[in-house]
């Protein structure tokens, strides 16, 4: 019996000690794992880190190519700025000494009208003074009608101008005047703002006839932000180019009769320039009407 006991003695103590040691296995390999596990998460934090990093310097490089880009184009807004602002004070000083010169002239003539009008001629000479009232007084509405004519290509207003070619005595033109009132209701909005429109339509039919001519969806992404006009210094042989390019020398010159006789030479030239062809109209209709005051 006392042999039993003893042998269920060593049963449990080796049975206990088989337990502790199971579970120290067990311990030693939940311990293991959690240490791969946490060598894994810091290699991947590690790993985050620094794509994180290289990240941010690219950025921070980017950053800077961003500001240089944005100074660059301060700096060439600014440097288009000066330069439109020193063209267009030229031109504005030419002009307010144009139009100087040419109301001095206007009150030049007002005076003389003036004059005329309080002038007693005799019976003897009422032939003579006839003729040379009828000389002056041409003299004077072609001033007039060419200071008229001024302000209308400079989209400026010329309503005194028009109301002292009314006041000539002897003038039966007022079925004219009422057609140029009708004509001003069109709003010609000057010869600068013609040539514009014209680019800007010239520029959509350059770039619709090159993308019917061309299969490259290159070329054609492209064209989208190029602005096309035909050379104002090469030779051009092509015939279609040539007319574009003497449309826009008529159109600086003021030869509105020209410009219409050449753009309607155009294909399609309704559907791709109305704007341009709009204003030519108006002011060809505003010259001619003019010119039949006096």
Same mark, same amino acid.
């Given at each position: ?37 946490? /060598? ?188 096309? /006009? ?57 010259? /001619? ?6």
């Amino acid at each position: 019996m006392k042999k039993t006991l003893d042998y269920l003695y060593i049963f449990s103590k080796l049975s206990t000690s088989f337990i502790l040691l199971f579970l120290l296995f067990i311990l030693g390999y939940f311990f293991y794992v959690s240490f791969k596990n946490q /060598e894994v998460s810091n290699n991947d934090q590690l790993e985050l880190i620094n794509k994180l990093n290289q990240n941010v310097q690219k950025l921070s490089k980017l950053s800077e190519k961003i500001e240089i880009t944005e100074n660059s184009l301060d700096e060439i807004k600014i440097s288009i700025q000066n330069i439109a602002n020193s063209d267009q004070s030229k031109e504005v000083i030419l002009l307010n000494k144009k139009i100087e010169e040419l109301d001095l002239s206007l009150k030049n003539i007002s005076d003389n009208l003036k004059e005329i009008n309080t002038i007693n001629i005799s019976e003897s000479n009422k032939t003579l003074s006839n003729n040379i009232l009828s000389s002056v007084t041409n003299k004077n509405k072609k001033d007039i009608i060419r200071l008229t004519i001024y302000k209308f290509e400079n989209n400026l207003d010329f309503t005194e101008e028009l109301n002292i070619l009314q006041s000539f005595k002897n003038n039966n033109n007022q079925h004219i005047f009422e057609k140029i009132d009708l004509i001003r209701l069109k709003n010609f909005r000057g010869n600068e703002f013609l040539k514009d429109i014209f680019s800007q339509e010239l520029d959509l039919y350059l770039k619709e006839k090159f993308n019917k001519n061309s299969s490259n969806f290159i070329s054609k992404s492209i064209m989208k932000f190029v602005v096309i /006009e035909p050379s104002k210094k090469n030779t051009i042989k092509n015939n279609e180019t040539l007319v574009l390019k003497e449309i826009n020398t008529f159109l600086e010159e003021k030869n509105y009769k020209m410009s219409y006789k050449k753009i309607i030479t155009i294909d399609n030239y309704e559907t791709y320039f109305t704007e341009t062809i709009n204003q030519i109209q108006i002011a060809n209709d505003f010259k /001619e009407l003019i010119n039949k005051t006096i």
